[in-house]
């Protein structure tokens, strides 16, 4: 079985700073893309950022140059580093991978996962 592991969220300051970690298991053979997604409160989901293992990245106009996502050497662990963060920025931040498994019939399959997500909350 598959799963997102996340993890860093908090109570911080505006203008504070905070690193999400979003840890990826189980039977998988590769990963093409991971990305953080947000939902405020009383709002849908949106996308925040996400980077494919070519290392493309891609970010919402509302976070460029304050958010950075990362992936680790071996791609299965993904970073969102924000600074100066804002009151704005407040939600349940969520992991998500586009992978792919080799099943139990030894069928390779393509996978979009998600996190179980972790709260952030920019208030002074």
């Known amino acids: 079985q598959v799963q997102l592991v996340e993890s860093g969220g908090g109570l911080v300051q505006p203008g504070g700073s905070l690193r999400l970690s979003c840890a990826a298991s189980?039977?998988?053979?590769?990963?093409?893309?991971m990305g953080w997604y947000r939902q405020a409160p009383g709002k849908g989901r949106e996308l925040v950022a996400t980077?494919?293992?070519?290392?493309?990245?891609n970010y919402a106009d509302s976070v460029k140059a304050r958010f950075t996502i990362s992936r680790d050497i071996r791609g299965n662990t993904a970073y969102l580093e924000m600074n100066l963060l804002k009151p704005e920025d407040t939600g349940v931040y969520y992991c998500?991978?586009?992978?792919?498994?080799?099943?139990?019939?030894?069928?390779?399959?393509?996978?979009?996962?998600w996190g179980q997500g972790t709260l952030v909350t920019v208030s002074s």
């Open positions: 998500h991978a586009g992978l792919t498994i080799l099943d139990d019939v030894s069928q390779w399959r393509y996978l979009e996962v």
């Open positions: 189980g039977r998988i053979f590769s990963i093409s893309v």
């Open positions: 980077r494919t293992v070519a290392n493309e990245t």
